[in-house]
T-cell receptor, first 111, second 113 residues
Framework: KNEVEQSPQNLTAQEGEFITINCSYS?????LHWLQQHPGGGIVSLFM???GKKKHGRLIATINIQEKHSSLHITASHPRDSAVYIC?????????????FGKGTKLSVKP | ETGVTQSPTHLIKTRGQQVTLRCSSQ?????VSWYQQALGQGPQFIFQ???????GRGNFPPRFSGLQFPNYSSELNVNALELDDSALYLC????????????FGQGTRLTVV
């Protein structure tokens, strides 16, 4: 079993829909990242969380440390949101090199 | 724009050859990590460099090696390339080795034929 599990693996939505991507992890962490990867390959960091909730534009990320679970929400989704969304956790006491990645959720938003 | 650039963007090599991939970090970022991302998978940690010394390594054989330079650039070298080395190689830099925030490059897509 992977230490970081994401669901769903693939997600197709209509423009305007509210989207939720989930991430569960099984190790102690100091931080959790939500990353966005476009088809070209480059990764952009969306959020870094250690507790609570963060919001940036139409994106909201939440984390529940006790339940070892995080969610990424996209409100009013748009075709330009189509990308792979990756959850990555930094193992507690570790350095950046101890980032453990999920396999990603491929999101496709149709117009 | 993360301020981290990788070169080349794409590369095709033959099995058995050697390859060098390059990463230019943000100025002042003395920690760089390299990751391998196979198709359809999440990135896997290869190794990390801090102040020009290797500072952690994932489950990769010794033919994967690296260098970090004082000008915040780094290299990933892979010897005796195998078909399974075909992947996207990502570098990520951060201000300090304990920093949680990481800045990723665009990646180098390596194809071994």
């Amino acid at each position: 079993k992977n230490e970081v599990e994401q669901s769903p693996q693939n997600l197709t939505a209509q423009e305007g829909e509210f989207i939720t991507i989930n991430c569960s992890y099984s190790v102690g962490i100091s931080a959790l990242h939500w990353l966005q990867q476009h088809p070209g390959g480059g990764i952009v960091s969306l959020f870094m969380l250690s507790s609570g909730k963060k919001k940036h534009g139409r994106l909201i990320a939440t984390i529940n440390i006790q339940e070892k679970h995080s969610s990424l929400h996209i409100t009013a989704s748009h075709p330009r949101d189509s990308a792979v969304y990756i959850c990555a956790v930094m193992r507690y006491g570790g350095s950046q090199g101890n980032l453990i990645f999920g396999k990603g959720t491929k999101l496709s938003v149709k117009p | 724009e993360t301020g981290v650039t990788q070169s080349p963007t794409h590369l095709i090599k033959t099995r058995g050859q050697q390859v060098t991939l390059r990463c230019s970090s943000q100025s002042g970022h003395n920690t760089v990590s390299w990751y391998q991302q196979a198709l359809g998978q999440g990135p896997q940690f290869i190794f990390q460099y801090y102040r020009e010394e290797e500072n952690g390594r994932g489950n990769f054989p010794p033919r994967f090696s690296g260098l970090q330079f004082p000008n915040y650039s780094s290299e990933l070298n892979v010897n005796a390339l195998e078909l399974d080395d075909s992947a996207l190689y990502l570098c990520a830099s951060s201000l300090e080795q304990g920093a949680s925030e990481a800045f990723f490059g665009q990646g180098t897509r390596l194809t071994v034929v």
